[in-house]
């Protein structure tokens, strides 16, 4: 119908409707088809096309919280890579959650290409992997079978030890995440490994966690602050940026000078960290590389490409401000 409306040929519509008419098409018959498909409410049977190939033009991106920042930049990777042949759809789980094999398999029934899966437990690539490609983000610990963009989050952490053994702290705490995914476990053990190998106390009883959110952050570290003073802690943490800003809306609140009495530090390095009063001290991991390398490595699996290497691992950088910078406390 959109043809014989156009006048032009099927294989012309397809081309325009499907973004690949530029170099094939004419610039007055793409207007005409345009023109057609507008006015006869024309739209691309993607299901139908799934149907008929047995796979779709899908990419599922499984990840938590797309209203962080951090997965803003994962998508930018993404999309730099695949959004001329995919549409990139999201799943999102619960924050800070990994994701589940039971909820991913509903969303296989759309025949996607591929799945993209941010801090996936090995128990969801055992259950998931094989029948779907598929690439894990920041999954550190995972088989070596399995494709993987990892981020080193362990150096990360032991820089944030390090700038404060440095700057004299001798007694610090940690603001964990309530979750199960091994990134945010591996940031902790390292965080922990480091205080001990700097020769800096952190006492069991100041090690807490919260939800990655501010406002939950910010009520445990108050519940915890009293504890942590009596204790000699200087400094602190954070398993997230949104941790360290829960941090700094307490101290507020609760007339803790930052960094004087009290240094804080976060992990990703969000664009708000820069800007906070004061900013944060964070370990800067490269999103938008992430998302581009996990893109490059599905579309290598996609097109039946051998990878090499199956894994890769993306450095971390600590950035130093003002929520540290000053040391402890004369």
């Known amino acids: 119908m959109v043809a014989a409306h156009a006048g032009v040929s099927t294989a012309t519509v397809s081309l325009v409707a499907n973004g690949k008419s530029s170099g094939r098409v004419s610039a007055k018959n793409e207007q005409r088809v345009r023109e057609a498909i507008r006015e006869l409410g024309y739209f691309v049977d993607s299901i139908g096309s799934s149907l008929a190939k047995g796979v779709s033009s899908l990419v599922i991106l499984v990840a938590p919280d797309i209203s962080n920042p951090f997965f803003a930049k994962v998508i930018a990777g993404v999309r730099s890579v695949l959004a001329n042949d995919y549409q990139l759809m999201l799943s999102v789980t619960d924050s800070g959650v990994s994701p589940s094999a039971s909820e991913t398999r509903k969303i296989l029934g759309l025949r996607p290409a591929g799945l993209l899966v941010h801090a996936p437990s090995q128990e969801f690539l055992d259950e ?14 995972i088989d070596a079978k399995f494709p993987a963009v990892n981020m080193d989050v362990a150096q990360g952490a032991r820089d944030v030890v390090a700038h404060f053994a440095a700057q004299g702290h001798t007694k610090a705490a940690y603001l964990d995440a309530i979750t199960g995914t091994e990134t945010l ?31 939950a952050a910010s009520e445990t570290f108050s519940e915890q602050w009293q504890i942590w003073k009596e204790n000699g802690v200087s400094a602190v943490g954070c398993a997230t940026d949104n941790h360290a800003f829960g941090v700094l809306h307490a101290a507020r609140a609760l007339g803790i000078r930052i960094p004087d009495q009290l240094a804080v530090a976060g992990f990703d390095d969000l664009p708000y960290s820069a800007t906070s009063n004061p900013s944060i001290t964070s370990v800067q991991l490269n999103a938008q590389e992430g998302g581009r390398l996990a893109a490059l490595k599905l579309r290598a699996l ?28 004369d």
């Open 128 to 141: 998931i992997g094989g029948h779907i490609p598929m690439v894990a983000l920041d999954a550190p610990g």
């Open 302 to 329: 996609l097109e039946g490409k051998d990878l090499e290497p199956l894994q890769s691992m993306l450095p971390s950088s600590l950035i130093i401000r003002d929520s540290t910078k000053n040391g402890v406390d």
């Open 185 to 215: 476990a591996v940031r902790r053990e390292a965080f922990l490994q480091a205080a001990k190998d700097y020769g800096i106390e952190v006492l069991p009883q100041c090690v807490a966690s919260s939800m990655i959110d501010v406002t």
